[in-house]
């Protein structure tokens, strides 16, 4: 068991639309990042949260945001979505941040 | 910035016969290198982090910054490692301390 949960699993939407995925990190884990994974390509860095607040961003645009609660729940939002925005979004957690990640099964977008 | 390249998409050997599967990086500062495996239907998860030298199910990997290189390596690879891997890099500071930058990833594929 990892106890990283990521939810919905699928889930299809249209372009223009907003999608909030959600995760769900073990307790004491304080440090969250998500990933994007376009088919066939490794994971690409969205941003990074530790202990609620956004300390590390990757090439993303605005549109893309997160936030972390004191739960250890965490939720990445996505505005104005694109065709280009499918793909698996992965959440990984970490007891902090000189450790090693613990990923969720993530949550695999359709835009259409 | 930083990169992580796995110049090899795809990778078969025999079972019992030595697998390399090779990664080299480009980053300026002191990196923690990381090798991620996805068996089928599984999530991502952690084989083995190059500060902990040590060996998981047979699979060793040596940071060589010389040549800036973390081959992951197995003397008598077995069916079950067939998977994907992933080599990873995460910086030890800066802005994007705890950011992992992953590499395309190598299919493995074992054959009896």
């Known amino acids: 068991e990892t106890g990283v949960t990521q939810s919905p699993t699928h889930l299809i939407k249209t372009r223009g639309q907003q999608v909030t995925l959600r995760c769900s990190s073990q307790s004491g884990h304080n440090t969250v990042s998500w990933y994007q994974q376009a088919l066939g390509q490794g994971p690409q860095f969205i941003f990074q949260?530790?202990?609620?607040?956004?300390?590390g961003r990757g090439n993303f645009p605005p549109r893309f945001s997160g936030l972390q609660f004191p739960n250890y729940s965490s939720e990445l939002n996505v505005n104005a979505l694109e065709l280009d925005d499918s793909a698996l979004y992965l959440c990984?957690?970490?007891?902090?941040?000189?450790?090693?990640?613990?990923f969720g099964s993530g949550t695999r977008l359709t835009v259409v | 910035a930083q990169r992580v390249t796995q110049p090899e998409k795809l990778l078969s050997v025999f079972k019992g016969a030595p697998v390399e599967l090779k990664c080299n990086y480009s980053y300026s500062g002191s990196p923690e290198l990381f090798w991620y495996v996805q068996y089928s239907r599984q999530r991502l998860q952690l084989l083995l982090r190059?500060?902990s030298r040590e060996s998981i199910k047979g699979f060793t990997a040596d940071l060589n910054k010389g040549e800036t290189s973390f081959h992951l390596k197995k003397p008598f690879a077995q069916e079950e490692d067939s998977a994907m891997y992933y080599c990873?890099?995460?910086?030890?500071?800066?802005?994007?301390?705890?950011?992992?930058?992953f590499g395309q990833g190598t299919i493995l594929t074992v054959h009896p």
């Open positions: 990984a957690s970490s007891p902090g941040l000189i450790y090693g990640y613990t």
């Open positions: 990873a890099l995460k910086p030890a500071g800066g802005t994007s301390y705890g950011k992992l930058t």
């Open positions: 949260y530790y202990r609620e607040e956004e300390n």
């Open positions: 190059h500060i």
